[in-house]
Nanobody, 123 residues
């Protein structure tokens, strides 16, 4: 029912910034919590950030607090991840996802996944 398409990934130097976008289909976008996850080679997929359906609540992994900001524009059916002060350890494929609540998404309980976009941070 929900289709998600990520964009905005690329190659940046350490200390640089990127903004990822995730465009969602359907009329029910505003009913979902939205989140970002990432997976580096040889590692498990991990939670990065999530935002509530209204946009009023957020949660972040400790590793990105103070550097990344998640937001959403329900009128545009789009969720964003602003990434500042990027580090080489942020290198991963970043996935957009839709789920029930921030709490469930923090535990990787996700209803829909996007295809992912590559973020590479050079040192």
């Amino acid at each position: 029912q929900v289709q998600l398409v990520e964009s905005g990934g690329g190659l940046v130097q350490a200390g640089g910034s990127l903004r990822l976008s995730c465009a969602a289909s359907g009329r029910t976008f505003s009913s979902y919590a939205m989140g970002w996850f990432r997976q580096a080679p040889g590692k498990e997929r991990e939670f990065v950030a999530a935002v509530s359906s209204s946009g009023r609540g957020t949660n972040y992994a400790d590793s990105v607090k103070g550097r990344f900001t998640i937001s959403r524009d329900n009128a545009k059916n789009t969720v964003y991840l602003q990434m500042n002060s990027l580090k080489p350890e942020d290198t991963a494929v970043y996935y957009c996802a839709a789920g029930a609540t921030i709490a469930t998404m923090t535990n990787l309980r996700v209803g829909y996944w996007g295809q992912g976009t590559q973020v590479t941070v050079s040192s």
